[in-house]
């Protein structure tokens, strides 16, 4: 139908016409693009991130747009530089306007979701190794507030905690709300869901941590937003990076949380032609598109393009 040239993307995403675009790599950060006609979309407003950082996921709602910054290619963006969180006024897409700037610790904000009043974080934080989850209040955009946080036991080393894995293995990738439920990516931790009916206290309900044995961590945890044969479903995709030694590629997990204190693995899915051999990073899963509205689902699947992964018979 049409194209769009721009840098590469790390995220793309739909606020009623406007398509926002994070791009990978600085100078260039995010660009708004009209898309009311798709046959021929236009470019509305382009920002930029300082040399050291880059801002390759976005999030927009209620006239708001979010935007990550995180040190790139090394682990702390350049001195005088913060990492964090940019929120900006878009109610008029075609001249963003920074209303305020949230600052992470380490290299700053990994990726997020939000839901128009809530976003839920995953930063690296003073006092801890590695990336937790955190969710701010944005009532008012100018103010940003922390509501709560939740770590892996082990994390908080500044509160005398010792982790039991080695570095960064263990940290949150990103959480997805689903009710008073967050499905959190937790990388070599695997997976945990936490009860966040009071959004002050994250409460921890159960987890599940495939790696090792399988050697790629994971990368999304999406809940289905309706039953599945009358069960509950989550999807688990691992990314086929950082792996812990040579090994096959990785792949989508189906997770059956019905009784959701006991997360159970029961199907997965690999790309025809894809065996158990050892292959190179970047070929097996990557991601699935987080906004389910059928069960075709949209899988990125990096070597192997996008495939569509029909869920009706889980």
Known sequence: MAWFDCPGGGQVVVDGTVAYVGHM??????TLVDVSDPA????????????GTHSHKVRAANGLMLVNREGQPADHPPPGVAGGLGIYDVSDPRRPREIAFWR??????????FDGRYAYLSPEMDGYVGNIVLILDLADPAQPEEVGRWWMPGQ??????????????HRCHHPIRLEDRLYVSYWH???VILDVEDLAKPRFVSGLDWSPP????THTALPVPFPLRGRRVMLAADEDVAKLA????????????TDERRPVPFASFQVAGVDGSPQPPYTGCHQPAERIT?????????AHGLRIVDIADP
């Not at 021929?40 to 040399?51: C, F, I, N, Q, S």
């Open 25 to 30: 790599k600085a100078p260039h950060g995010t």
């Open 40 to 51: 021929a979309p236009r470019r509305l407003a382009t920002l930029e991130v300082p040399p």
């Open 104 to 113: 992470a610790g380490g290299s700053g904000v990994h990726r997020f979701t």
């Open 156 to 169: 908080w080393v500044a509160g005398g905690e010792t982790p039991s894995w080695p570095g960064r293995h």
């Open 189 to 191: 931790g695997g997976f």
């Open 214 to 217: 399988y050697l790629t961590p």
């Open 246 to 257: 040579p090994g096959p590629p990785s792949f989508l997990w189906l997770v059956d949380i």
């Open 294 to 302: 059928g069960t075709e689902i949209p899988v990125a699947w990096f």
